[in-house]
């Protein structure tokens, strides 16, 4: 009975009673093979933009390395294709040159190894059909490591990036580059601005209404009978109608929550009656006296930081 040959390797099973005297020359060969099979380096010089990686039977040939390393210098993208099409095959590649390798086997699935990159692959020897599969196609890794340094993000957060199309300039801005352009702001500019705890594109057109808002606090229109306070809510200049009802009232203008520079506008909507402005420190007088008559008129004064350093009434 003659020689048979194992359906992947190729490794000669010898017939009974064949290679008398012969058979140890032919065990030796077939243990070289395993060997190949199981740890077996091989490099392999492409050239062009194709290659056949063969395994003969009975013989140490090129495609019964575990590990493939390919060299050379292949002209574009090189199809390697796996021989003979019905042999199932592992194969760890790595890609050292600097064009894509691809392996197939049949008219089945293919799979390219890129430039520089290592990858486990399968054959599944299925004749004409037959596909390359790539094992580490969905790799779950635990603790990667890029460098020698973990990465330490979580597959959830490293999705927060898919969809990202920032250029490394303008990551780079966020980041803290302190260059500056010359920018005119127009209405459908955008500023990056954390909503509680959100960010957000805002409308510099939002900013501008609210910081308008918040320029000056105008508070209700107040009926003076008597003596009364105006105190500003916040650190905001006030603007403060007023009413006077009758015969003549005094209005103090408070410091409280001020900084230098703000200023309190007392207006007095009614021509009937007079009103004198005390422009006080949280209740006491620092400048006194200035009277608004039976005409409609304004007050201003302007805080210096201790006190209202400058005051002035605006008839109309």
Same mark, same amino acid.
């Not at 059909?129 to 094992?135: H, T």
């Given at each position: 009975m003659a020689s048979t040959y194992t359906a992947n390797s190729g490794i000669e099973k010898i017939g009974a009673g064949e290679q008398a005297g012969t058979w140890g020359t032919t065990t030796n060969n077939n243990l070289e093979i395993i060997d190949r099979a199981i740890n077996g380096v091989g490099s392999i010089s492409l050239i062009?933009?194709?290659?056949?990686l063969t395994t003969n039977d009975g013989t140490l040939s090129e495609g019964g390395n575990k590990v493939l390393?390919?060299?050379?210098?292949?002209?574009?993208?090189?199809?390697?294709?796996?021989?003979?099409?019905?042999?199932?095959?592992? &194969? #760890?590649?790595?890609?050292?040159t600097n064009q894509t390798a691809t392996f197939t086997q049949g008219s089945g699935?293919?799979?390219? @190894? @890129?430039?520089?990159?290592?990858?486990? #692959? &399968?054959?599944?020897?299925?004749?004409?059909?037959? $596909? =390359?599969?790539?094992?580490?196609?969905?790799? *779950?890794? $635990?603790s990667p490591r890029i460098g020698g340094t973990a990465v330490t993000s979580t597959a959830a957060e490293l999705n927060i990036l898919d969809g990202v199309t920032s250029t490394a300039t303008e990551l780079n801005i966020v980041d803290g580059d302190t260059s500056a352009t010359s920018t005119t702001v127009a209405d459908a500019d955008r500023v990056v601005l954390? *909503?509680?705890?959100?960010?957000?594109?805002?409308? =510099?057109t939002d900013l501008s209404t609210y910081f308008n808002q918040n320029l000056v606090e105008a508070k209700? $229109?107040?009926?003076?009978?008597?003596?009364?306070?105006?105190?500003?809510?916040?650190?905001?200049?006030? &603007?403060?109608?007023?009413?006077?009802?009758?015969?003549?009232q005094t209005v103090r203008v408070a410091t409280t929550n001020l900084v $230098?520079?703000? &200023?309190?506008?007392? *207006?007095?909507?009614?021509?009937?009656?007079?009103?004198? #402005?005390?422009?006080?420190?949280?209740?006491?007088?620092?400048?006194?006296?200035?009277?608004?008559?039976?005409?409609?008129?304004?007050? #201003?004064g302007i805080f210096n930081g201790s006190g209202f350093s400058f005051t002035e009434t605006v008839k109309f």
């Open positions: 062009g933009t194709t290659h056949t390393i390919l060299g050379g210098s292949p002209s574009g993208t090189n199809t390697i294709t796996i021989s003979p099409n019905d042999q199932d095959k592992v &194969y #760890i590649v790595h890609n050292t699935a293919n799979v390219s @190894v @890129v430039a520089g990159s290592k990858k486990i #692959i &399968y054959a599944n020897g299925a004749g004409s059909g037959a $596909a =390359v599969i790539d094992v580490t196609d969905a790799l *779950d890794i $635990a954390n *909503d509680d705890g959100t960010m957000v594109q805002a409308a =510099v209700s $229109a107040l009926s003076v009978t008597g003596t009364v306070t105006v105190t500003p809510s916040g650190a905001t200049s006030v &603007y403060q109608p007023l009413a006077v009802s009758s015969g003549s $230098a520079g703000q &200023y309190v506008i007392i *207006d007095k909507t009614t021509s009937a009656n007079s009103m004198t #402005i005390d422009w006080t420190n949280n209740g006491a007088v620092t400048s006194s006296g200035i009277s608004l008559g039976s005409s409609a008129e304004l007050g #201003i």
